[in-house]
């Protein structure tokens, strides 16, 4: 017999186990929601830029054509 895996869910800011049927999910409270929020607003939870500049290679590239010349 194979056991049955589960995944044990908990708060991204104080870790303690979270329901995933909870209101505030992925939260325990309101509170921890509230510093999360805190610190997207402050600038401490950032979404990482890129390495490359990906703006100047999209511009080398040519546009296709989709099949059709001009002539």
Do not use: N, Y
């Not at 895996?5 to 909870?22: A, F």
């Amino acid at each position: 017999m194979s056991r049955k895996r589960t995944l044990r869910l908990r708060c991204p800011s104080c870790k303690k186990p979270v329901k995933d049927s909870g209101p505030e999910f992925p939260f325990c409270s309101e509170r921890c929601r509230l510093i999360d929020l805190g610190k997207w607003a402050s600038g401490s939870h950032v979404i990482s830029s890129p390495l490359e500049d990906t703006s100047d290679i999209s511009s080398e590239v040519a546009p296709e054509d989709d099949g059709k010349r001009k002539q």
